[in-house]
């Protein structure tokens, strides 16, 4: 499969405790995207990366957020000290860059804070 | 920052009626237009975009239509199938802002 892959695809976690999620982008795509989408809304963006600088982040994103992308290649979001607030699906999409928009999304990670 | 407002929220058809679901957009700097189908469970998929250049796109049964003045794009599909049941989101952005913007999404049931 060449598309946008991630990983885990679900997570149970207590309130409190540290969750990393993985997102491996198509191949040659310089862009990477995480948006967190809720039941009934679109995704809302959180932070996106060229290569393995990250350009952007959202007023969403916590300090108990954080999110590398180290050699330009696949990606990690991590959550400190999740809350509840937190469950979500947190979505990655990827795209090529260089004046091409489109945007591929991955299948997503579903967090389930108890 | 850029604002997407999509309507309607619901939208319920008869197999073989056409489906028309409308956005408006903030930021004049947005020139990418994508629209994305949700099923239930999935990931969105991406079904058609246009650019500011353009007025009007087709593929198939479905359609984009951009009116930049008014800062307003439409999603046409037209002959819908029970198929075409999903949630449908349009975004707006671009290569200068990075991020897309998305709607809130609209529900559309296509009843046989």
């Known amino acids: 499969d060449t598309g946008v892959s991630q990983n885990p695809r679900h997570k149970i976690t207590k309130r409190g405790q540290n969750v990393t999620f993985r997102c491996d982008p198509i191949s040659e795509h310089n862009r990477l995207y995480w948006y967190r989408q809720t039941l009934g809304q679109g995704p809302e963006f959180l932070t996106y990366?060229?290569?393995?600088?990250?350009?952007?982040k959202s007023r969403l994103l916590s300090d108990r957020f954080s999110a590398e992308r180290p050699k330009g290649s696949f990606s990690t979001l991590e959550i400190q000290r999740t809350e509840q607030g937190d469950s979500a699906m947190y979505l990655c999409?990827?795209?090529?860059?260089?004046?091409?928009?489109?945007?591929?999304f991955g299948p997503g990670t579903r967090l389930t804070v108890l | 920052g850029e604002n997407v407002e999509q309507h309607p929220s619901t939208l319920s058809v008869q197999e073989g009626d056409s489906a028309v679901i409308k956005c408006t957009y903030s930021d004049s700097a947005s020139n990418y237009f994508p629209w994305y189908k949700q099923e239930l469970g999935k990931r969105p998929q991406l079904i058609i975009d246009i650019r500011s250049n353009v007025g009007e796109k087709k593929d198939q049964r479905i359609a984009v239509t951009l009116n930049k003045t008014a800062k307003h794009f439409s999603l046409h599909i037209t002959e819908t199938q029970p198929e075409d049941s999903a949630v449908y989101f349009c975004a707006g952005g671009g290569s200068t802002l990075g991020r897309l913007y998305f709607g809130r999404g609209t529900q559309l049931t296509v009843w046989p």
């Open positions: 999409a990827s795209s090529l860059g260089q004046g091409e928009d489109t945007q591929y």
């Open positions: 990366f060229q290569n393995e600088a990250q350009l952007e």
